[in-house]
Protein backbone atom coordinates (compact mmCIF):
# COMPACT_ATOMS: atom_id res chain seq x y z
CA UNK A 1 0.00 0.00 0.00
CA UNK A 2 1.09 3.27 -0.52
CA UNK A 3 1.50 6.06 2.26
CA UNK A 4 -1.53 7.30 3.25
CA UNK A 5 -1.48 11.02 2.26
CA UNK A 6 -5.33 11.65 2.58
CA UNK A 7 -7.87 12.53 6.00
CA UNK A 8 -9.07 8.82 6.68
CA UNK A 9 -6.39 5.62 7.82
CA UNK A 10 -7.59 1.98 6.07
CA UNK A 11 -9.51 0.24 8.66
CA UNK A 12 -11.10 3.72 10.08
CA UNK A 13 -13.39 4.84 7.09
CA UNK A 14 -15.39 8.13 8.52
CA UNK A 15 -18.94 8.15 8.04
CA UNK A 16 -18.32 12.00 6.10
CA UNK A 17 -15.92 9.65 3.65
CA UNK A 18 -18.70 7.12 3.33
CA UNK A 19 -21.16 9.30 2.55
CA UNK A 20 -19.33 10.67 -0.24
CA UNK A 21 -18.30 7.30 -1.76
CA UNK A 22 -22.14 6.10 -1.67
CA UNK A 23 -22.88 9.63 -3.78
CA UNK A 24 -19.94 9.05 -5.97
CA UNK A 25 -21.20 5.48 -6.90
CA UNK A 26 -25.30 6.61 -7.85
CA UNK A 27 -23.52 9.59 -9.41
CA UNK A 28 -21.42 7.79 -11.61
CA UNK A 29 -24.04 4.96 -12.61
CA UNK A 30 -26.97 7.35 -13.34
CA UNK A 31 -25.24 8.82 -16.28
CA UNK A 32 -26.43 5.35 -18.33
CA UNK A 33 -30.04 5.75 -17.19
CA UNK A 34 -30.71 9.58 -18.02
CA UNK A 35 -31.64 8.56 -21.80
CA UNK A 36 -34.29 5.83 -21.34
CA UNK A 37 -37.45 8.07 -20.28
CA UNK A 38 -36.27 11.27 -22.87
CA UNK A 39 -35.53 9.16 -25.68
CA UNK A 40 -38.56 10.18 -27.59
CA UNK A 41 -38.00 13.98 -27.02
CA UNK A 42 -34.11 13.17 -27.71
CA UNK A 43 -34.83 11.61 -31.02
CA UNK A 44 -37.59 14.57 -31.92
CA UNK A 45 -34.98 16.94 -31.30
CA UNK A 46 -32.54 15.41 -33.13
CA UNK A 47 -34.73 14.00 -35.73
CA UNK A 48 -33.95 10.25 -34.80
CA UNK A 49 -35.93 7.34 -35.57
CA UNK A 50 -37.37 5.65 -32.75
CA UNK A 51 -34.84 2.74 -33.81
CA UNK A 52 -31.72 4.73 -33.46
CA UNK A 53 -32.78 7.12 -30.16
CA UNK A 54 -33.29 3.64 -28.43
CA UNK A 55 -29.61 2.54 -29.70
CA UNK A 56 -28.45 5.31 -26.98
CA UNK A 57 -29.03 2.93 -23.98
CA UNK A 58 -27.77 0.32 -26.40
CA UNK A 59 -24.10 2.00 -26.25
CA UNK A 60 -24.35 3.01 -22.96
CA UNK A 61 -24.73 -0.22 -22.11
CA UNK A 62 -22.06 -2.01 -24.51
CA UNK A 63 -19.41 1.11 -22.56
CA UNK A 64 -20.00 0.10 -19.33
CA UNK A 65 -19.93 -3.22 -20.52
CA UNK A 66 -16.60 -2.71 -22.17
CA UNK A 67 -15.28 -0.46 -19.07
CA UNK A 68 -15.92 -3.41 -16.63
CA UNK A 69 -14.35 -5.69 -18.79
CA UNK A 70 -11.20 -3.56 -19.19
CA UNK A 71 -10.96 -0.95 -16.71
CA UNK A 72 -12.92 -2.07 -13.48
CA UNK A 73 -9.22 -4.94 -13.08
CA UNK A 74 -7.00 -2.59 -13.16
CA UNK A 75 -8.22 -1.71 -9.54
CA UNK A 76 -5.91 -5.08 -8.55
CA UNK A 77 -2.14 -3.13 -10.14
CA UNK A 78 -2.98 0.72 -9.76
CA UNK A 79 -3.50 3.02 -6.99
CA UNK A 80 -7.31 2.92 -6.35
CA UNK A 81 -7.89 6.93 -5.42
CA UNK A 82 -6.59 7.67 -8.89
CA UNK A 83 -8.04 5.50 -10.65
CA UNK A 84 -11.42 6.62 -9.13
CA UNK A 85 -10.78 9.72 -9.44
CA UNK A 86 -9.53 10.06 -13.47
CA UNK A 87 -12.56 7.47 -14.25
CA UNK A 88 -14.94 9.99 -12.56
CA UNK A 89 -13.11 13.29 -14.51
CA UNK A 90 -13.38 11.08 -17.98
CA UNK A 91 -17.16 10.44 -17.33
CA UNK A 92 -17.30 14.75 -16.56
CA UNK A 93 -16.02 15.36 -19.77
CA UNK A 94 -17.59 12.81 -21.89
CA UNK A 95 -21.36 13.64 -20.31
CA UNK A 96 -20.48 17.27 -21.86
CA UNK A 97 -19.94 15.64 -25.17
CA UNK A 98 -23.46 14.04 -24.96
CA UNK A 99 -24.87 17.46 -23.52
CA UNK A 100 -23.54 19.15 -26.53
CA UNK A 101 -24.09 16.43 -29.31
CA UNK A 102 -25.57 18.06 -32.88
CA UNK A 103 -26.15 14.61 -34.40
CA UNK A 104 -26.32 11.24 -33.74
CA UNK A 105 -22.98 10.33 -33.92
CA UNK A 106 -21.66 12.48 -31.33
CA UNK A 107 -24.68 11.11 -28.80
CA UNK A 108 -23.61 7.99 -29.28
CA UNK A 109 -20.02 8.53 -28.57
CA UNK A 110 -20.56 10.49 -25.77
CA UNK A 111 -22.91 8.01 -24.50
CA UNK A 112 -20.92 5.34 -25.39
CA UNK A 113 -17.98 6.73 -23.56
CA UNK A 114 -19.64 7.86 -20.49
CA UNK A 115 -20.47 4.23 -19.96
CA UNK A 116 -17.14 3.09 -20.42
CA UNK A 117 -16.03 5.41 -17.69
CA UNK A 118 -18.68 5.26 -15.54
CA UNK A 119 -17.36 2.06 -13.97
CA UNK A 120 -16.09 4.21 -11.56
CA UNK A 121 -18.52 2.40 -9.22
CA UNK A 122 -17.13 -0.45 -9.19
CA UNK A 123 -13.54 0.69 -8.31
CA UNK A 124 -14.94 2.72 -5.65
CA UNK A 125 -17.29 0.05 -3.97
CA UNK A 126 -14.54 -2.49 -3.26
CA UNK A 127 -12.25 0.58 -2.71
CA UNK A 128 -14.79 1.18 0.34
CA UNK A 129 -15.03 -2.30 1.52
CA UNK A 130 -11.29 -2.50 1.94
CA UNK A 131 -10.97 0.72 3.62
CA UNK A 132 -13.52 0.02 6.02
CA UNK A 133 -12.55 -2.19 9.66
CA UNK A 134 -13.57 -5.16 9.00
CA UNK A 135 -16.35 -5.32 11.64
CA UNK A 136 -18.01 -2.77 9.64
CA UNK A 137 -17.38 -4.38 6.51
CA UNK A 138 -20.96 -5.44 5.93
CA UNK A 139 -22.46 -2.19 7.18
CA UNK A 140 -19.89 -0.52 4.71
CA UNK A 141 -20.53 -1.87 1.16
CA UNK A 142 -24.77 -1.80 1.95
CA UNK A 143 -24.22 1.81 2.39
CA UNK A 144 -22.23 2.81 -0.47
CA UNK A 145 -24.41 0.00 -2.34
CA UNK A 146 -27.74 1.97 -1.36
CA UNK A 147 -26.05 4.75 -3.21
CA UNK A 148 -25.39 2.76 -6.33
CA UNK A 149 -29.07 1.70 -6.35
CA UNK A 150 -30.68 5.34 -6.00
CA UNK A 151 -28.53 6.44 -8.66
CA UNK A 152 -30.13 4.00 -10.80
CA UNK A 153 -33.48 4.09 -9.72
CA UNK A 154 -33.56 7.89 -9.26
CA UNK A 155 -31.85 8.92 -12.51
CA UNK A 156 -35.24 8.04 -14.86
CA UNK A 157 -36.99 11.00 -12.09
CA UNK A 158 -34.34 13.40 -12.28
CA UNK A 159 -34.14 13.02 -15.88
CA UNK A 160 -37.63 13.87 -16.25
CA UNK A 161 -37.61 16.71 -14.19
CA UNK A 162 -34.53 18.83 -15.58
CA UNK A 163 -35.53 18.26 -19.10
CA UNK A 164 -38.86 19.03 -18.13
CA UNK A 165 -37.07 22.77 -16.48
CA UNK A 166 -34.52 22.79 -19.00
CA UNK A 167 -34.50 20.43 -21.86
CA UNK A 168 -32.80 16.79 -22.36
CA UNK A 169 -29.48 18.79 -22.12
CA UNK A 170 -29.49 19.81 -19.04
CA UNK A 171 -29.68 16.72 -17.50
CA UNK A 172 -26.50 16.08 -18.91
CA UNK A 173 -24.77 19.33 -18.02
CA UNK A 174 -26.18 19.04 -14.72
CA UNK A 175 -24.54 15.16 -14.16
CA UNK A 176 -21.14 16.32 -15.56
CA UNK A 177 -21.15 19.10 -13.19
CA UNK A 178 -21.60 16.89 -9.97
CA UNK A 179 -19.01 14.16 -11.54
CA UNK A 180 -16.80 16.83 -11.56
CA UNK A 181 -17.63 17.83 -8.13
CA UNK A 182 -16.99 13.88 -6.98
CA UNK A 183 -12.92 14.23 -8.71
CA UNK A 184 -12.02 16.87 -6.79
CA UNK A 185 -13.97 15.71 -3.06
CA UNK A 186 -12.61 12.18 -3.75
CA UNK A 187 -9.16 13.49 -4.15
CA UNK A 188 -9.28 15.72 -1.16
CA UNK A 189 -10.83 12.94 0.96
CA UNK A 190 -10.17 9.53 -0.02
CA UNK A 191 -6.43 8.19 1.65
CA UNK A 192 -3.84 6.12 -1.34
CA UNK A 193 -4.78 2.27 -1.77
CA UNK A 194 -2.72 0.01 -3.66
CA UNK A 195 -3.38 -3.78 -4.15
CA UNK A 196 -1.56 -5.96 -6.37
CA UNK A 197 -2.31 -9.17 -7.77
CA UNK A 198 1.24 -9.95 -9.06
CA UNK A 199 0.17 -9.38 -12.58
CA UNK A 200 0.53 -6.88 -15.52
CA UNK A 201 -2.49 -5.80 -17.57
CA UNK A 202 -2.79 -8.21 -20.74
CA UNK A 203 -2.02 -11.16 -17.91
CA UNK A 204 -4.80 -9.17 -15.40
CA UNK A 205 -7.26 -9.19 -18.31
CA UNK A 206 -6.26 -13.13 -19.32
CA UNK A 207 -6.62 -14.12 -16.00
CA UNK A 208 -10.40 -12.05 -15.62
CA UNK A 209 -11.21 -13.99 -18.78
CA UNK A 210 -9.88 -17.12 -18.06
CA UNK A 211 -12.53 -17.74 -15.17
CA UNK A 212 -15.20 -18.56 -17.57
CA UNK A 213 -13.41 -21.44 -18.33
CA UNK A 214 -12.35 -22.67 -14.66
CA UNK A 215 -15.56 -22.05 -13.03
CA UNK A 216 -18.95 -23.54 -14.02
CA UNK A 217 -20.56 -21.53 -11.37
CA UNK A 218 -19.82 -18.05 -13.07
CA UNK A 219 -20.35 -19.99 -16.58
CA UNK A 220 -24.17 -20.40 -15.20
CA UNK A 221 -25.03 -17.75 -13.29
CA UNK A 222 -23.36 -15.14 -15.91
CA UNK A 223 -25.74 -16.55 -18.82
CA UNK A 224 -28.44 -16.20 -16.44
CA UNK A 225 -27.79 -12.54 -15.22
CA UNK A 226 -27.38 -11.77 -18.49
CA UNK A 227 -30.73 -13.01 -19.90
CA UNK A 228 -32.79 -11.59 -16.66
CA UNK A 229 -31.21 -8.11 -16.95
CA UNK A 230 -31.97 -8.27 -21.08
CA UNK A 231 -35.53 -8.21 -20.39
CA UNK A 232 -34.84 -5.80 -18.02
CA UNK A 233 -33.39 -3.49 -20.38
CA UNK A 234 -36.67 -4.67 -22.87
CA UNK A 235 -38.60 -3.05 -20.08
CA UNK A 236 -37.16 0.18 -19.85
CA UNK A 237 -36.38 0.88 -23.23
CA UNK A 238 -39.90 0.41 -24.15
CA UNK A 239 -41.52 2.27 -21.34
CA UNK A 240 -40.65 5.32 -22.69
CA UNK A 241 -42.39 4.93 -25.86
CA UNK A 242 -45.18 3.69 -24.89
CA UNK A 243 -45.79 6.06 -21.87
CA UNK A 244 -45.15 9.23 -24.40
CA UNK A 245 -47.45 7.74 -27.07
CA UNK A 246 -51.20 7.86 -28.40
CA UNK A 247 -51.89 5.50 -25.48
CA UNK A 248 -50.95 7.68 -22.24
CA UNK A 249 -49.72 11.13 -23.43
CA UNK A 250 -47.18 11.74 -20.46
CA UNK A 251 -44.96 14.19 -20.85
CA UNK A 252 -41.15 13.47 -19.70
CA UNK A 253 -41.43 14.55 -15.68
CA UNK A 254 -43.97 11.92 -15.31
CA UNK A 255 -42.21 8.92 -17.61
CA UNK A 256 -39.06 9.62 -15.05
CA UNK A 257 -41.42 9.13 -12.15
CA UNK A 258 -41.58 5.45 -13.53
CA UNK A 259 -38.07 5.21 -11.92
CA UNK A 260 -39.78 5.82 -8.49
CA UNK A 261 -41.94 2.47 -8.61
CA UNK A 262 -38.54 0.90 -8.98
CA UNK A 263 -37.34 1.67 -5.61
CA UNK A 264 -39.13 -1.57 -4.50
CA UNK A 265 -36.34 -3.38 -6.20
CA UNK A 266 -33.83 -1.94 -3.19
CA UNK A 267 -35.90 -4.16 -0.89
CA UNK A 268 -35.55 -7.06 -2.71
CA UNK A 269 -31.81 -6.99 -2.89
CA UNK A 270 -31.96 -7.03 0.63
CA UNK A 271 -34.00 -9.43 1.56
CA UNK A 272 -32.37 -11.68 -1.32
CA UNK A 273 -28.81 -11.47 0.56
CA UNK A 274 -30.17 -12.42 3.92
CA UNK A 275 -31.82 -15.14 2.46
CA UNK A 276 -28.66 -16.23 0.56
CA UNK A 277 -26.51 -16.07 3.77
CA UNK A 278 -29.13 -19.10 5.31
CA UNK A 279 -27.97 -21.18 1.94
CA UNK A 280 -31.43 -20.23 0.35
CA UNK A 281 -29.92 -18.85 -3.17
CA UNK A 282 -31.15 -21.31 -5.35
CA UNK A 283 -34.87 -21.24 -4.24
CA UNK A 284 -34.51 -17.34 -4.07
CA UNK A 285 -33.46 -17.58 -8.05
CA UNK A 286 -36.15 -19.71 -8.66
CA UNK A 287 -39.08 -18.12 -7.14
CA UNK A 288 -37.69 -14.20 -8.52
CA UNK A 289 -37.15 -15.99 -12.34
CA UNK A 290 -41.00 -17.45 -12.12
CA UNK A 291 -42.16 -13.91 -10.88
CA UNK A 292 -39.94 -12.23 -13.71
CA UNK A 293 -42.25 -14.12 -16.31
CA UNK A 294 -45.56 -13.68 -14.59
CA UNK A 295 -44.39 -10.14 -14.68
CA UNK A 296 -44.37 -9.75 -18.46
CA UNK A 297 -48.26 -10.64 -18.18
CA UNK A 298 -48.84 -7.71 -16.34
CA UNK A 299 -47.26 -5.61 -18.51
CA UNK A 300 -48.96 -7.16 -21.22
CA UNK A 301 -51.44 -5.60 -19.64
CA UNK A 302 -50.61 -2.08 -19.51
CA UNK A 303 -51.04 -1.89 -23.15
CA UNK A 304 -53.85 0.02 -23.11
CA UNK A 305 -53.84 3.53 -21.74
CA UNK A 306 -56.78 3.33 -19.48
CA UNK A 307 -57.17 3.12 -15.20
CA UNK A 308 -56.47 -0.51 -15.09
CA UNK A 309 -54.14 -0.71 -17.78
CA UNK A 310 -51.85 1.48 -15.47
CA UNK A 311 -52.26 -0.32 -12.37
CA UNK A 312 -51.72 -3.50 -14.65
CA UNK A 313 -48.48 -1.65 -15.73
CA UNK A 314 -47.10 -0.51 -12.57
CA UNK A 315 -47.61 -3.60 -10.62
CA UNK A 316 -45.10 -5.19 -13.53
CA UNK A 317 -42.88 -3.01 -12.92
CA UNK A 318 -42.80 -3.59 -9.10
CA UNK A 319 -43.02 -7.28 -9.48
CA UNK A 320 -39.39 -7.33 -12.83
CA UNK A 321 -37.91 -5.20 -10.34
CA UNK A 322 -37.94 -7.01 -7.62
CA UNK A 323 -37.60 -10.28 -9.28
CA UNK A 324 -34.91 -8.74 -11.43
CA UNK A 325 -32.84 -7.48 -8.05
CA UNK A 326 -33.28 -10.90 -6.43
CA UNK A 327 -31.84 -12.92 -9.02
CA UNK A 328 -28.73 -10.69 -9.66
CA UNK A 329 -28.18 -10.37 -6.01
CA UNK A 330 -28.56 -14.57 -5.18
CA UNK A 331 -26.02 -14.94 -8.59
CA UNK A 332 -23.41 -12.74 -7.06
CA UNK A 333 -23.81 -14.58 -3.32
CA UNK A 334 -22.68 -18.35 -5.21
CA UNK A 335 -20.35 -16.55 -7.98
CA UNK A 336 -18.29 -14.80 -5.21
CA UNK A 337 -18.28 -17.68 -3.11
CA UNK A 338 -16.21 -19.84 -5.81
CA UNK A 339 -12.97 -17.67 -5.20
CA UNK A 340 -12.68 -14.83 -2.45
CA UNK A 341 -9.53 -13.92 -3.56
CA UNK A 342 -10.59 -13.23 -6.97
CA UNK A 343 -13.33 -11.30 -6.05
CA UNK A 344 -12.73 -8.10 -8.41
CA UNK A 345 -12.01 -10.51 -11.42
CA UNK A 346 -15.28 -12.37 -10.66
CA UNK A 347 -16.93 -9.31 -10.55
CA UNK A 348 -15.56 -8.18 -13.84
CA UNK A 349 -16.28 -11.30 -15.71
CA UNK A 350 -20.09 -11.71 -14.12
CA UNK A 351 -20.69 -7.93 -14.53
CA UNK A 352 -19.45 -8.07 -18.13
CA UNK A 353 -21.50 -10.52 -19.28
CA UNK A 354 -24.49 -9.31 -17.35
CA UNK A 355 -24.57 -6.04 -18.80
CA UNK A 356 -23.68 -7.40 -22.75
CA UNK A 357 -27.21 -9.19 -21.87
CA UNK A 358 -28.72 -5.92 -21.25
CA UNK A 359 -27.47 -4.42 -24.67
CA UNK A 360 -28.45 -7.25 -26.65
CA UNK A 361 -31.90 -6.85 -25.50
CA UNK A 362 -32.04 -2.86 -25.52
CA UNK A 363 -30.60 -4.04 -29.06
CA UNK A 364 -33.52 -6.16 -29.66
CA UNK A 365 -35.98 -3.74 -28.38
CA UNK A 366 -35.00 -1.26 -31.44
CA UNK A 367 -36.29 -3.98 -34.14
CA UNK A 368 -39.48 -5.43 -31.91
CA UNK A 369 -40.96 -1.77 -31.09
CA UNK A 370 -40.94 -0.77 -34.71
CA UNK A 371 -42.34 -4.19 -36.07
CA UNK A 372 -44.61 -5.61 -33.07
CA UNK A 373 -45.30 -2.11 -30.99
CA UNK A 374 -45.87 -3.26 -26.88
CA UNK A 375 -47.20 -6.12 -27.68
CA UNK A 376 -44.34 -7.65 -29.26
CA UNK A 377 -41.85 -5.65 -26.74
CA UNK A 378 -43.86 -7.92 -23.78
CA UNK A 379 -43.58 -11.30 -26.06
CA UNK A 380 -40.02 -10.38 -26.12
CA UNK A 381 -39.53 -10.04 -22.57
CA UNK A 382 -41.74 -13.19 -21.86
CA UNK A 383 -39.36 -14.85 -23.79
CA UNK A 384 -36.07 -13.88 -21.86
CA UNK A 385 -37.81 -14.51 -18.89
CA UNK A 386 -38.91 -18.25 -20.03
CA UNK A 387 -35.64 -18.80 -21.02
CA UNK A 388 -34.45 -17.65 -17.49
CA UNK A 389 -36.51 -20.18 -15.57
CA UNK A 390 -35.77 -22.56 -18.18
CA UNK A 391 -31.85 -22.07 -17.41
CA UNK A 392 -32.51 -22.02 -13.17
CA UNK A 393 -34.18 -25.98 -14.26
CA UNK A 394 -31.39 -27.10 -16.03
CA UNK A 395 -29.10 -25.69 -13.22
CA UNK A 396 -30.86 -27.72 -10.87
CA UNK A 397 -31.08 -30.78 -13.02
CA UNK A 398 -27.31 -31.16 -14.15
CA UNK A 399 -25.59 -34.60 -12.57
CA UNK A 400 -24.30 -33.99 -9.03
CA UNK A 401 -20.45 -34.38 -9.18
CA UNK A 402 -18.33 -36.99 -7.20
CA UNK A 403 -17.49 -36.36 -3.55
CA UNK A 404 -15.57 -33.51 -3.38
CA UNK A 405 -16.01 -32.00 -6.93
CA UNK A 406 -17.50 -28.64 -6.20
CA UNK A 407 -20.57 -27.03 -7.93
CA UNK A 408 -22.67 -24.22 -7.86
CA UNK A 409 -24.28 -25.55 -4.72
CA UNK A 410 -21.01 -25.27 -2.89
CA UNK A 411 -20.74 -21.83 -1.39
CA UNK A 412 -19.25 -22.39 1.91
CA UNK A 413 -17.23 -19.61 1.63
CA UNK A 414 -18.14 -16.51 3.57
CA UNK A 415 -21.24 -14.71 1.23
CA UNK A 416 -20.34 -11.87 -0.47
CA UNK A 417 -21.87 -8.19 -0.68
CA UNK A 418 -24.00 -7.73 -3.80
CA UNK A 419 -22.68 -4.82 -6.36
CA UNK A 420 -24.61 -3.34 -9.78
Known sequence: MEPDHGPEQPGRLGPGTLLLMSA???????????????????????????????LVVTVAQTGYGLGLLLLVPLGDMLERRRLAVVLCAATAVFLTVTASAPNAAL?????????????????????????????????????????????IL???????LLAELGGWRTVYWVNAALMLLMAVLLRLRLPALRTSAGLRYPALLRSTLALFGQEPVLRRRAVLGAVCFAGFSVLWTAVAFLMSGPAYGWQESAIGLLGLVGAAGSLS???????ADRGLAHRVTGV??????????????????????????LAGVVVLDLAAQAVHVSNQNLVYGVRPEARNRLNSAYMTSYFAGGAVGSALTSAVWGA?????VCALGAALAAAGVALWVLDRLRPVPPAGGRTAHDHRSEPAPATL
Open 24 to 54: ATGLAVAGNYFAQPLLDVIGHDLRLSAATAA
Open 107 to 151: LLTGTALTGLTSVAAQVVMPYAATLAAPAERGRTVGTVMTGLLLG
Open 154 to 160: LARTAAG
Open 269 to 275: ASAAGRL
Open 288 to 313: AAVLLLGSWGLLALGGGGGAWSLAAL
Open 372 to 376: GGWAG
